[in-house]
């Protein structure tokens, strides 16, 4: 059973569209990360939401932390083929300990 | 990477074998942790340490051992390897223990693929 869930599983864009994706749990997270993940690579940090109802921006990228902060959610701008990627989020909750618990993540492709 | 070496990157060996793959970073970070990548399951924490010979398990560390003598080295080693230990591991370092504060962040190195035949 997976903590955080993310749907969808995958996804395949044209460039210039917009995208959203999500990130699901039934547990309350003191904290979210987002991360990209390119192949062959480790993932890179893009993001860490704490306060329930936060909105972030990075440039093309928006995130959200749910009010509960419960779930999340990233929406992607005009999206470019160097947006392409594995999406992961990752929460931090003191019962699950030292330990970020990462979801499957969402596959994206942008196509040119 | 941001200062953090995996070796080696790809291994292909049997089951039964033993193997060790080698974590090193130049950040002088406190915290490292060993994370395995499967499809479907996202990242899932192995071991991680909090300080030289300080080490503590994670969410899936059965059949894995580590250790850490020195700061920018961290060790797992799979004593008999299977083949349920395919997967690609990735160790991340953290300056910071904190995970609820937003003040923790992971970097993680390039990957170590583990094929057991």
């Known amino acids: 059973t997976q903590l955080l869930e993310q749907s969808p599983q995958f996804l395949s864009i044209q460039e210039g569209e917009n995208l959203t994706v999500y990130c699901n749990s039934s547990?309350?997270?003191?904290?979210l990360q987002w991360y990209r993940q390119e192949p062959g690579e480790g993932p890179v940090l893009l993001v860490t939401v704490v306060t329930g109802g936060e909105v972030k921006k990075l440039k093309r990228l928006t995130f959200q932390f749910g009010d509960a902060r419960k779930d999340s959610s990233l929406h992607i701008t005009a999206a470019q083929p160097g947006d392409t990627g594995l999406y992961l989020c990752?929460?931090?909750?003191?019962?699950?300990?030292?330990?970020?618990?990462f979801g499957p993540g969402t596959r994206l492709s942008v196509l040119p | 990477d941001a200062g953090i070496t995996q070796s080696p990157r790809h291994k292909v060996t049997e089951t039964g074998t033993p193997v060790t793959l080698r974590c090193h970073q130049t950040?002088?970070?406190?915290?490292m942790y060993w994370y395995r990548q499967d499809p479907g399951h996202g990242l899932r924490l192995i071991h991680y340490s909090y300080g030289v010979k300080d080490t503590d398990k994670g969410e899936v560390s059965d059949g894995y051992s580590v250790s850490r003598s020195k700061t920018e080295d961290f060790l797992l080693t799979l004593e008999s390897a299977t083949s349920s230990q395919t997967s690609v591991y990735f160790c991340?370092?953290?300056?910071?223990?904190?995970?609820?504060?937003?003040?923790?962040?992971?970097?993680f190195g390039a990957g170590s693929r583990l094929t057991v035949l």
């Open positions: 990752a929460g931090a909750s003191r019962e699950y300990g030292q330990n970020f618990v």
């Open positions: 950040e002088n970070h406190r915290y």
């Open positions: 991340a370092i953290s300056e910071t223990g904190d995970l609820f504060s937003g003040a923790n962040v992971l970097t």
């Open positions: 547990s309350v997270f003191s904290s």
